[in-house]
């Protein structure tokens, strides 16, 4: 299987996997250039889960929904104040808000979402993959993954404008029982935490929180901050993928 599995942040689920291959490739691409490293189509897999968080309209779950989301949106704008609304979604309009109270509702409101978004992840990673990109919200379902997963033989995990630092995501971890001993993702043998300056997601460095193994790096994204791909093309994430790939490579 993949060699690279590349997972999504929010705000995805109008798009498919194929398409975000095709935008997230050329720029993980670009990224390895800098570093002298070729992939082929067939080395990287993108775990799509955006269509679990797009809304059915007339169905009992779009129903159920809409009684849950009143709620939701009121502890949003209570919680904008803290950066909380910034870290999901950075909204700057109704409309963005608006998604962002969708996606929390159904976060918090569908017992078996993680069950879901874990039958997504789990079949793409096997023994041929080395390395785990994740952006935004999807360092949340990676980093789950693999602390599920300790048997899995992933050398390198890269997270990109990652919310893990803030204690907001806690609550989706349950990561107020975790302790400095098992904080680690798994198995993993480098974590590579890359932000962005400006990038109001990844606020927060997450080795103070993570532990001193994980390497926090900093990235200029010009007014593109959160955006995935100025961080696939960075240096920094090149170099992280570049790294993993020549770990395995052979003599």
């Given at each position: 299987m993949a060699k690279i599995v590349m997972v999504h942040g929010a705000f995805n689920e109008l798009w498919g996997p194929h398409e975000l291959k095709s935008r997230w490739l050329p720029a993980l691409r670009d990224g390895l250039w800098h570093h002298d490293l070729v992939i082929d189509d067939d080395d990287v897999e993108v775990c799509f889960y955006g269509d679990l968080f797009r809304r059915a309209p007339g169905t009992k779950a779009d129903e159920q929904l809409q009684q849950s989301r009143a709620g939701i949106a009121d502890?949003?704008?209570?919680?904008?104040?803290?950066?909380?609304?910034?870290?999901?979604?950075?909204?700057?309009?109704?409309?963005?808000?608006?998604?962002?109270?969708?996606?929390?509702?159904?976060?918090?409101?569908?017992?078996?979402?993680?069950?879901?978004?874990?039958?997504?992840?789990e079949p793409l990673i096997d023994d041929d993959t080395r390395v785990v990109i994740a952006h935004s919200l999807g360092t949340v379902l990676s980093?789950?993954?693999?602390?599920?997963?300790?048997?899995?033989?992933?050398?390198?995990?890269?997270?990109?404008?990652?919310?893990?630092?803030?204690?907001?995501?806690?609550?989706?971890?349950?990561?107020?029982?975790?302790?400095?001993?098992?904080?680690?993702?798994?198995?993993?043998?480098?974590?590579?935490?890359?932000?962005?300056?400006?990038?109001k997601?990844?606020?927060?460095?997450?080795?103070?929180?993570?532990?001193?193994?994980?390497?926090?790096?900093?990235?200029?994204?010009?007014?593109?901050?959160?955006?995935?791909e100025p961080y696939l093309n960075s240096l920094a994430t090149g170099a992280a993928v570049a790294a993993a790939l020549r770990h395995d490579a052979p003599e």
């Amino acid at each position: 299987m993949a060699k690279i599995v590349m997972v999504h942040g929010a705000f995805n689920e109008l798009w498919g996997p194929h398409e975000l291959k095709s935008r997230w490739l050329p720029a993980l691409r670009d990224g390895l250039w800098h570093h002298d490293l070729v992939i082929d189509d067939d080395d990287v897999e993108v775990c799509f889960y955006g269509d679990l968080f797009r809304r059915a309209p007339g169905t009992k779950a779009d129903e159920q929904l809409q009684q849950s989301r009143a709620g939701i949106a009121d502890m949003l704008s209570n919680a904008a104040g803290g950066g909380s609304l910034d870290m999901l979604g950075q909204a700057a309009s109704d409309a963005a808000f608006d998604r962002t109270v969708d996606m929390v509702t159904i976060m918090t409101t569908q017992a078996d979402l993680r069950e879901r978004l874990r039958a997504r992840i789990e079949p793409l990673i096997d023994d041929d993959t080395r390395v785990v990109i994740a952006h935004s919200l999807g360092t949340v379902l990676s980093y789950a993954a693999l602390r599920n997963h300790p048997d899995w033989r992933v050398h390198t995990f890269v997270t990109m404008g990652s919310p893990l630092g803030s204690d907001f995501v806690d609550g989706l971890l349950d990561l107020a029982a975790l302790d400095d001993k098992d904080a680690w993702p798994g198995n993993v043998e480098r974590w590579v935490n890359v932000r962005a300056t400006g990038d109001k997601a990844a606020a927060k460095p997450l080795a103070p929180k993570f532990g001193d193994r994980v390497e926090d790096v900093e990235v200029d994204n010009g007014h593109r901050a959160h955006d995935p791909e100025p961080y696939l093309n960075s240096l920094a994430t090149g170099a992280a993928v570049a790294a993993a790939l020549r770990h395995d490579a052979p003599e």
